[in-house]
């Protein structure tokens, strides 16, 4: 089992910038893909951005690709999402989720675990 909670939401205007944290338990942390998806009110769950176990591996949406950066540190049993540059369109609560496939997926039933997810509201 692993749990993951999100954190770093909030209250941003447009051009500026947020960092979302996801802290995971369980000791296999390291064995799992990473991935950041969003969902905005009367919209589908819908993928932002993934990593490989090792953070070797990125994947991004179009739509956040050159404004966002995902991260990891194993060793603190963590990812993170660096968004620059935010838009009003980016306005979502962020989920976390882990795979036990060791390689990322925007495919959101790849995806074994979620995290409870976290609000990003941009402002114009």
């Known amino acids: 089992q692993v749990q993951l909670v999100e954190s770093g939401g909030g209250l941003v205007q447009a051009g500026g910038s947020l960092r979302l944290s996801c802290a995971a ?7 799992y893909a990473m991935g950041w998806f969003r969902q905005a009110p009367g919209k589908e769950r819908e993928f932002v951005a993934a990593t490989s ?14 404004r966002f950066t995902i991260s990891r540190d194993n060793a603190k049993n963590t990812v993170y999402l660096q968004m620059n ?9 962020y989920y976390c989720a882990a795979a036990v ?3 990322g997926s925007s495919w959101y039933m ?15």
Do not use: C, H, N
């Open 101 to 103: 496939s060791p390689m």
């Open 53 to 66: 176990w090792s953070g070797g591996s990125t994947y991004y949406a179009d739509s956040v690709k050159g």
């Open 25 to 31: 338990s369980g000791r296999t942390f390291s064995s």
């Open 85 to 93: 540059s935010l838009k009003p369109e980016d306005t979502a609560v």
């Open 110 to 124: 790849a995806y074994d675990y979620w995290g409870q997810g976290t609000q990003v509201t941009v402002s114009s």
